[in-house]
């Protein structure tokens, strides 16, 4: 019976020394595949956050080209509402007959019955 204990006792040891290299064997590829899960995410994050900053970065000169663009717009909507209100002042002048009466004077030397024009020579600063 001893020899027979003995060999059980083996038989039992090299099983738990089997099982327990599984176990090892094991442990050591769920870690491999941690570390391989865990390369491939940080990788991922690296790309997605290298493509957010170029896409920021090319944002931010499409809007300082915008804002300037905005700028010069601004400006000539000025201009153009300025020269809108001199066109405006112009109609309402040539509705007015006092101010085509003296445009006419002026420009094309008309005058009424009986008035008298005379044109003076403008100062010259000699």
Do not use: W
């Amino acid at each position: 019976m001893s020899a027979n204990r003995a060999t059980r006792v083996r038989t039992l040891d090299k099983a738990y020394t089997e099982q327990r290299e599984q176990e090892i064997q094991f442990q050591s590829k769920k870690r491999r595949g941690l570390i391989r899960r865990l390369s491939a995410l940080a990788i991922l994050a690296v790309i997605l956050g290298c493509v957010g900053v170029a896409t920021i970065y090319a944002q931010t000169g499409s809007l300082e080209e915008k804002r300037q663009e905005k700028v010069a717009l601004e400006e000539q909507l000025r201009q153009l509402q300025a020269e809108e209100q001199r066109l405006e002042q112009e109609i309402e002048n040539y509705n007015n007959m006092d101010y085509i009466a003296e445009v006419a004077r002026r420009d094309y030397y008309l005058s009424k019955p009986g008035e008298t024009l005379f044109k003076l020579p403008e100062h010259s600063s000699d």
